[in-house]
């Protein structure tokens, strides 16, 4: 861990942690890592309700492009996918976020190789760190469903996402889903 020695880390004075320290932290966030490019399931019971909320998401990470609008020294781009089902009031939505850059353009997003469906993402948001830094969007509802709606698709097999960074696609593999978490996301996706 180059830099270790700078910032947070010695912040207290207190030095570096040993090699064995160092190395287990690595280790730790090297198995979280690899966790994120799986889908997490969260189901989450909800005070005086029988189903609860169920919420799922994957993380999917592109190499740096300029040509897709980001400078070659910038980090990776990295693309989450959020699904959350409130199971007993039969509402659901899909939201992407990205990182490292804020975006606003158009979004296309196609469910297992249909045609794409067109969005327009605009919009600014404040930075949430305390700054009074205001930005382009760094995610988008692109679903959403209340009772009473149509249901959302959910992809069989994949969710292709393209367009809003040039050059720059990325699929979410709902092949991959087990089906009880499907089970679960039934009140809200068809």
């Not at 064995?20 to 019971?45: C, H, I, N, Y």
């Not at 029988?50 to 910038?74: K, N």
């Not at 794409?116 to 605009?122: F, G, I, P």
């Amino acid at each position: 861990m180059r830099g270790l020695g700078k910032g947070a880390v010695n912040a207290s004075g207190l030095g570096a942690p040993d090699k064995a320290t160092v190395d287990g932290l690595v280790a730790a966030f090297a198995s979280q890592a690899a966790k994120a490019a799986k889908w997490s399931v969260e189901q989450r019971p909800q005070r005086g309700a029988g189903g609860g909320l169920v919420t799922v998401s994957i993380m999917r990470e592109l190499p740096s492009s300029a040509a897709a609008g980001r400078p070659g020294d910038i980090e990776a781009a990295m693309y989450r996918l959020v699904l959350t089902c409130n199971v007993d009031a039969r509402q659901g939505a899909m939201q992407l976020a990205w990182s490292p850059l804020p975006k606003e353009g158009q979004l296309a997003v196609a469910v297992d190789g249909k045609p794409a469906t067109m969005y327009t993402v605009a919009g600014k948001e404040r930075m949430g760190n305390g700054t009074s830094v205001v930005t382009g969007p760094a995610a988008f509802v692109f679903a959403r469903f209340k009772s009473g709606d149509s249901r959302i698709e959910l992809p069989k097999r994949t969710l292709t996402v393209s367009e809003l960074f040039a050059g720059e696609t990325v699929s979410f593999p709902f092949d991959e889903l087990d089906d009880a978490t499907r089970n679960a996301l039934s009140a809200c996706f068809r």
